[in-house]
T-cell receptor, first 114, second 113 residues
Protein backbone atom coordinates (compact mmCIF):
# COMPACT_ATOMS: atom_id res chain seq x y z
CA UNK A 1 0.00 0.00 0.00
CA UNK A 2 1.21 3.50 -0.83
CA UNK A 3 2.16 5.67 2.09
CA UNK A 4 4.83 6.52 4.64
CA UNK A 5 6.68 3.65 6.31
CA UNK A 6 8.58 4.10 9.55
CA UNK A 7 10.96 1.67 11.22
CA UNK A 8 11.27 0.53 13.92
CA UNK A 9 7.82 0.78 15.52
CA UNK A 10 9.19 0.47 19.06
CA UNK A 11 12.64 1.03 20.55
CA UNK A 12 14.17 1.19 24.02
CA UNK A 13 17.56 2.87 24.37
CA UNK A 14 19.91 3.44 27.23
CA UNK A 15 21.04 7.00 27.90
CA UNK A 16 23.97 7.82 25.66
CA UNK A 17 23.21 5.23 23.00
CA UNK A 18 22.69 6.27 19.40
CA UNK A 19 20.15 5.16 16.84
CA UNK A 20 18.63 6.10 13.51
CA UNK A 21 14.92 6.21 12.80
CA UNK A 22 14.08 5.35 9.22
CA UNK A 23 11.33 6.80 7.05
CA UNK A 24 10.42 6.03 3.44
CA UNK A 25 7.57 7.20 1.24
CA UNK A 26 6.46 5.80 -2.09
CA UNK A 27 4.19 8.65 -3.21
CA UNK A 28 6.92 10.58 -5.05
CA UNK A 29 6.53 13.44 -2.58
CA UNK A 30 9.08 16.24 -2.59
CA UNK A 31 8.96 17.29 1.06
CA UNK A 32 9.45 15.21 4.19
CA UNK A 33 9.19 16.01 7.89
CA UNK A 34 10.06 14.64 11.32
CA UNK A 35 7.81 15.43 14.30
CA UNK A 36 7.79 14.38 17.91
CA UNK A 37 4.58 14.01 19.90
CA UNK A 38 4.49 14.36 23.66
CA UNK A 39 1.39 14.38 25.90
CA UNK A 40 -0.25 17.81 25.90
CA UNK A 41 2.33 19.23 23.47
CA UNK A 42 0.82 18.29 20.15
CA UNK A 43 3.13 17.74 17.19
CA UNK A 44 6.41 19.60 17.23
CA UNK A 45 8.57 19.86 14.13
CA UNK A 46 12.15 18.60 14.57
CA UNK A 47 13.57 18.87 11.04
CA UNK A 48 12.23 19.01 7.54
CA UNK A 49 13.43 18.57 3.98
CA UNK A 50 11.62 20.77 1.49
CA UNK A 51 13.19 18.89 -1.41
CA UNK A 52 15.84 16.29 -2.10
CA UNK A 53 19.22 17.64 -1.10
CA UNK A 54 17.96 20.19 1.44
CA UNK A 55 17.27 19.99 5.18
CA UNK A 56 16.24 22.65 7.69
CA UNK A 57 15.72 22.91 11.42
CA UNK A 58 12.26 23.01 12.86
CA UNK A 59 11.04 24.01 16.29
CA UNK A 60 12.96 21.46 18.40
CA UNK A 61 16.13 20.33 16.52
CA UNK A 62 18.59 20.06 19.42
CA UNK A 63 19.95 16.54 19.93
CA UNK A 64 18.94 15.36 16.46
CA UNK A 65 20.40 15.14 12.98
CA UNK A 66 18.76 14.22 9.70
CA UNK A 67 19.72 12.88 6.31
CA UNK A 68 17.67 13.11 3.12
CA UNK A 69 19.19 10.03 1.52
CA UNK A 70 17.19 10.32 -1.71
CA UNK A 71 13.73 11.46 -2.70
CA UNK A 72 12.10 8.50 -0.92
CA UNK A 73 14.02 8.35 2.35
CA UNK A 74 14.51 10.75 5.25
CA UNK A 75 16.24 9.48 8.40
CA UNK A 76 16.44 10.94 11.90
CA UNK A 77 19.48 10.24 14.08
CA UNK A 78 19.93 10.54 17.81
CA UNK A 79 23.68 10.64 18.47
CA UNK A 80 23.50 10.40 22.26
CA UNK A 81 20.03 9.62 23.50
CA UNK A 82 18.66 11.37 26.60
CA UNK A 83 15.54 10.58 28.67
CA UNK A 84 14.03 13.88 27.42
CA UNK A 85 13.95 12.33 23.96
CA UNK A 86 11.46 9.70 25.09
CA UNK A 87 8.57 10.39 22.73
CA UNK A 88 6.59 9.19 19.76
CA UNK A 89 8.22 10.20 16.49
CA UNK A 90 6.27 10.70 13.28
CA UNK A 91 7.51 11.11 9.76
CA UNK A 92 5.33 12.88 7.19
CA UNK A 93 5.54 13.77 3.52
CA UNK A 94 3.79 15.99 1.00
CA UNK A 95 3.99 17.48 -2.46
CA UNK A 96 4.41 21.22 -2.19
CA UNK A 97 2.19 22.42 -5.00
CA UNK A 98 0.74 25.84 -4.52
CA UNK A 99 -1.07 26.22 -1.21
CA UNK A 100 -3.27 23.17 -1.48
CA UNK A 101 -1.51 20.27 0.18
CA UNK A 102 -1.71 18.32 3.40
CA UNK A 103 0.73 15.89 4.98
CA UNK A 104 0.62 12.09 4.96
CA UNK A 105 1.91 10.61 8.21
CA UNK A 106 3.56 7.31 9.06
CA UNK A 107 2.32 5.23 11.99
CA UNK A 108 5.10 6.37 14.32
CA UNK A 109 8.11 5.10 16.27
CA UNK A 110 7.66 4.83 20.02
CA UNK A 111 11.03 5.53 21.64
CA UNK A 112 11.84 5.13 25.31
CA UNK A 113 15.21 6.27 26.68
CA UNK A 114 16.08 4.86 30.10
CA UNK B 1 6.64 31.32 16.59
CA UNK B 2 3.07 31.18 15.37
CA UNK B 3 0.75 29.03 17.49
CA UNK B 4 -2.73 27.65 17.08
CA UNK B 5 -5.10 27.62 20.02
CA UNK B 6 -7.25 24.54 19.86
CA UNK B 7 -10.18 24.00 22.21
CA UNK B 8 -11.39 22.20 24.10
CA UNK B 9 -8.33 20.18 25.14
CA UNK B 10 -10.50 17.19 25.91
CA UNK B 11 -14.12 16.21 25.94
CA UNK B 12 -16.28 13.24 26.72
CA UNK B 13 -19.01 12.10 24.42
CA UNK B 14 -22.00 9.90 24.72
CA UNK B 15 -23.01 8.00 21.64
CA UNK B 16 -25.41 10.09 19.58
CA UNK B 17 -24.22 13.48 20.82
CA UNK B 18 -22.98 16.24 18.52
CA UNK B 19 -19.42 17.47 19.07
CA UNK B 20 -17.83 20.83 18.29
CA UNK B 21 -14.22 21.97 18.49
CA UNK B 22 -12.35 24.95 17.13
CA UNK B 23 -8.99 26.42 16.39
CA UNK B 24 -7.90 30.06 16.43
CA UNK B 25 -4.78 31.93 15.41
CA UNK B 26 -3.43 35.45 15.64
CA UNK B 27 -2.41 35.43 11.97
CA UNK B 28 -4.39 35.09 8.78
CA UNK B 29 -4.27 31.53 7.44
CA UNK B 30 -4.69 30.47 3.83
CA UNK B 31 -5.22 26.78 4.53
CA UNK B 32 -6.94 24.90 7.34
CA UNK B 33 -6.77 21.14 7.78
CA UNK B 34 -8.33 18.76 10.29
CA UNK B 35 -6.68 15.46 11.21
CA UNK B 36 -7.73 12.54 13.41
CA UNK B 37 -5.30 10.30 15.27
CA UNK B 38 -6.40 6.88 16.47
CA UNK B 39 -4.50 5.31 19.39
CA UNK B 40 -1.16 3.93 18.23
CA UNK B 41 -1.43 5.43 14.76
CA UNK B 42 -0.35 8.53 12.90
CA UNK B 43 -2.73 11.42 12.14
CA UNK B 44 -4.99 10.97 9.13
CA UNK B 45 -6.38 13.88 7.11
CA UNK B 46 -10.14 14.33 7.49
CA UNK B 47 -10.97 17.63 5.81
CA UNK B 48 -9.02 20.34 3.99
CA UNK B 49 -10.25 23.95 3.59
CA UNK B 50 -8.74 26.51 1.23
CA UNK B 51 -11.11 29.50 1.08
CA UNK B 52 -12.50 31.86 3.70
CA UNK B 53 -16.08 30.90 4.49
CA UNK B 54 -15.71 27.45 2.94
CA UNK B 55 -17.88 24.74 4.51
CA UNK B 56 -16.90 21.14 3.73
CA UNK B 57 -18.37 17.84 4.88
CA UNK B 58 -16.96 14.34 5.11
CA UNK B 59 -19.75 12.03 6.22
CA UNK B 60 -20.83 13.12 9.71
CA UNK B 61 -17.96 15.60 9.92
CA UNK B 62 -18.31 19.23 8.85
CA UNK B 63 -15.56 21.83 8.98
CA UNK B 64 -15.57 25.54 8.21
CA UNK B 65 -12.87 28.03 7.28
CA UNK B 66 -13.72 31.14 9.32
CA UNK B 67 -14.48 34.31 7.37
CA UNK B 68 -11.84 36.22 9.35
CA UNK B 69 -9.31 33.59 8.15
CA UNK B 70 -8.11 33.30 11.75
CA UNK B 71 -10.22 30.37 12.83
CA UNK B 72 -11.74 27.06 11.86
CA UNK B 73 -14.40 24.78 13.32
CA UNK B 74 -15.01 21.05 13.21
CA UNK B 75 -18.38 19.53 14.05
CA UNK B 76 -19.17 15.84 14.41
CA UNK B 77 -22.84 14.91 14.31
CA UNK B 78 -24.41 11.89 16.02
CA UNK B 79 -21.11 10.64 17.48
CA UNK B 80 -20.30 6.93 17.55
CA UNK B 81 -17.69 5.04 19.61
CA UNK B 82 -15.17 4.96 16.75
CA UNK B 83 -15.05 8.78 16.80
CA UNK B 84 -12.82 8.47 19.89
CA UNK B 85 -9.29 9.75 19.28
CA UNK B 86 -7.31 12.97 19.09
CA UNK B 87 -8.35 15.63 16.58
CA UNK B 88 -5.75 18.11 15.37
CA UNK B 89 -6.26 21.31 13.50
CA UNK B 90 -3.44 22.45 11.25
CA UNK B 91 -2.97 25.50 9.10
CA UNK B 92 -0.70 27.41 6.86
CA UNK B 93 -0.41 31.17 7.22
CA UNK B 94 0.73 33.91 4.91
CA UNK B 95 4.43 34.44 5.39
CA UNK B 96 4.90 31.12 7.18
CA UNK B 97 8.24 29.38 6.98
CA UNK B 98 8.37 27.81 3.53
CA UNK B 99 4.72 26.89 3.73
CA UNK B 100 5.07 24.43 6.61
CA UNK B 101 1.95 23.43 8.50
CA UNK B 102 1.37 24.63 12.06
CA UNK B 103 -0.48 22.17 14.33
CA UNK B 104 -2.78 22.73 17.28
CA UNK B 105 -2.22 20.70 20.44
CA UNK B 106 -5.23 18.52 19.81
CA UNK B 107 -8.65 17.78 21.22
CA UNK B 108 -8.91 14.39 22.87
CA UNK B 109 -12.31 12.80 22.43
CA UNK B 110 -13.24 10.08 24.93
CA UNK B 111 -16.39 8.10 25.67
CA UNK B 112 -18.36 8.91 28.81
CA UNK B 113 -18.23 6.05 31.31
Amino acid sequence: NAGVTQTPKFQVLKTGQSMTLQCAQDMNHNSMYWYRQDPGMGLRLIYYSASEGTTDKGEVPNGYNVSRLNKREFSLRLESAAPSQTSVYFCASTNRQGQNYGYTFGSGTRLTVV
Amino acid sequence: GQQLNQSPQSMFIQEGEDVSMNCTSSSIFNTWLWYKQDPGEGPVLLIALYKAGELTSNGRLTAQFGITRKDSFLNISASIPSDVGIYFCAGRYYGGSQGNLIFGKGTKLSVKP
